[in-house]
């Protein structure tokens, strides 16, 4: 998972939710990340983007603030990042459903620390929720009623059209809003975010948000973005401030939820996970190497693999970290 960075014309910037520098030549792709008889020297113009969620930059802005679509007045798709053909790219390398981090193998990892609040009724809501995956497989194995919440209108009616497709129509619900601002009738049993909340740079605020958001003895669960200790290198930090990420590590995440009034706080750095997870997306996609060019380019192919190289090196490095949280409100 699932960037709200609207882009100039020919920048480096990153697409969000992925967010790797866009200046790598695909020689120097390691024969484990590349497609082999591809040629690719740039990128597509229609550069592809991740798991949109709530706050935003305006035009011009380097850093994420917070503005509803409703402010925008006019359609967002992050300058055409958030169209159907990119986020359907994407879900070549993330799966089925999916537009973040290990698809179904994300969602059961989650599961199984989780399942004791995943009882028939629970109510969900899923922050930054994408194309669907997760909310259709909670609502179909737990029954469980799901809300799903994004900003990008086009990845609220693929998810839409997803669950009438797999039937789940009168249990998930996935609508166009800001997390920070929208209301809801009923406080929340489970809320679950997939790679989402690092484009909002006011922890505090969300984690208070989330928390005011969940029912006494609620359960939260978070895969996020983070970063080392340090401040990692030049290339790393020019990243950072070109997508417009907000992080911090995972040890001074779970403080924050702790913060917000959170208890039972598990914060996990799960980097190894992450990067055992991008060598089985980039292996599969290069498996599948006939099915996605009968679709895309080999150009959206080499983007794909090399946005996965990107990312390994800034994880290896120590630069850039992988987290998962749970915590719990007070009963």
Known sequence: MGGLIPRKPRSKVLA???GFPYNLNPSSVPSSFRSEGTT????????????????HQKQGSDMTTTATSSEQG???DNNGQYSRASILRYEKIFGEGYISTGGQETTDNLVG????????????????SGIGGAAFYLAKTYGAKV????????MVTLANENAAKAGVGDSVTTILGDILTTEFKEPFDVIWSRDALMHIPDKPRLFKRLFDLMAPGGTLVITDYAKGVGAGSAEFQAYVKKTGYSLTDPASYGKLLEGAGFVDVHAEDATATFLE???READRLKNNR????????EQDLNYLLERWLAKDGYCKAGD??????VAHKPA
């Open 40 to 55: 690719r020297r740039g990128a597509p113009a229609d550069r592809p983007a991740c798991v949109p969620v709530f706050p």
């Open 74 to 76: 006019q359609k967002f």
């Open 16 to 18: 969000v939710g992925v």
């Open 147 to 154: 809300v799903g919440i994004d900003l990008a209108e086009e």
């Open 277 to 279: 997870i991008m060598q």
């Open 320 to 325: 850039m970290k992988w987290g998962i949280y």
């Open 290 to 297: 006939d099915e996605f060019l009968a679709i895309f380019g």
């Open 113 to 128: 620390r989780i399942k004791a609040a995943l009882k028939p009724g629970a109510r969900i809501l899923d922050v930054g």
